[in-house]
């Protein structure tokens, strides 16, 4: 299985950004899919996280009313819509894989993970 991460780039405080994850194989609907980003000499965290089919999300509370995290499934797709970003926001992002879970938070439960994507936010 592979993830490939897309979208990120340079924008401004305030600004928006949209960055997708295509997935292979013919077992999306089985993958709980989440995004999580890594910031610059610090751990990888929890950003936000889609169930398998109907489509609950979560969020960190640092992200929450910000951004929102999608999926189509015809697509093999999942999405993160990045509004009112902010300086702190900047870091890379990563989109991962969780085999028939349901809503998991931490990087240890998931099995599969994209190459990341930088996003920059400038003040």
């Known amino acids: 299985v592979q993830l490939q991460a897309s979208g990120g780039g340079s924008v401004q405080a305030g600004g928006s950004l949209r960055l997708s994850c295509v997935t292979s194989g013919r077992t999306f609907r089985r993958y709980s899919m989440a995004w999580f980003r890594q910031k610059s000499g610090k751990e990888r965290e929890f950003v936000g996280g889609?169930?398998?089919?109907?489509?609950?999300?979560v969020y960190s509370d640092s992200v929450k009313g910000r951004f929102t995290i999608s999926r189509d499934n015809a697509k093999n797709t999942v999405y993160l819509e990045m509004n009112s970003l902010k300086p702190e926001d900047t870091a890379v992002y990563y989109c991962?894989?969780?085999?028939?879970?349901?809503?998991?938070?931490?990087?240890?439960?998931?099995?599969?993970w994209g190459q990341g994507t930088l996003v920059t936010v400038s003040s």
């Open positions: 889609i169930s398998r089919s109907e489509g609950r999300a």
């Open positions: 991962a894989a969780e085999i028939d879970g349901f809503l998991s938070t931490r990087p240890n439960q998931f099995d599969y």
